[in-house]
Nanobody, 121 residues
């Protein structure tokens, strides 16, 4: 069994910063790509940022230059540093990880429970 637990969401004013964290636990052999998605009310989840095992990153155009994704492989944790937040960043943010369990031949994608980020103007 694998679990992703997120933390760090909250209410901030426009221009402020937040740092999200997501830690994977359980029966883990290897974690491949990790990422953050967000979901606006009534919309599908969209990719915010992703990071591969070699540290290469990918960002949505709307957050480039403001958000930074990083990971600590020793802690099975991925972070999302969000600076210069805007009201349009308000959404539920979900952590995602591609994880291989010791008893499996293929990896599976797991999701965190989601954390609200609210940015007031």
């Amino acid at each position: 069994q694998v679990q992703l637990v997120e933390s760090g969401g909250g209410l901030v004013q426009a221009g402020e910063s937040l740092r999200l964290s997501c830690t994977a636990s359980g029966s883990i052999f290897r974690i491949n790509a990790m990422g953050w998605y967000r979901q606006f009310p009534g919309n599908q989840r969209e990719l915010v940022a992703a990071i591969a095992t070699d540290g290469s990153t990918n960002y949505a155009d709307s957050v480039k230059g403001r958000f930074t994704i990083s990971r600590d492989n020793a802690k099975n944790t991925v972070y999302l540093q969000m600076n210069s937040l805007k009201p349009e960043d308000t959404a539920v943010y979900y952590c995602n990880a591609d994880i291989l369990m010791p008893t499996m031949f293929t990896s599976l994608y797991y999701w965190g429970q989601g954390t609200w980020v609210t940015v007031s103007s």
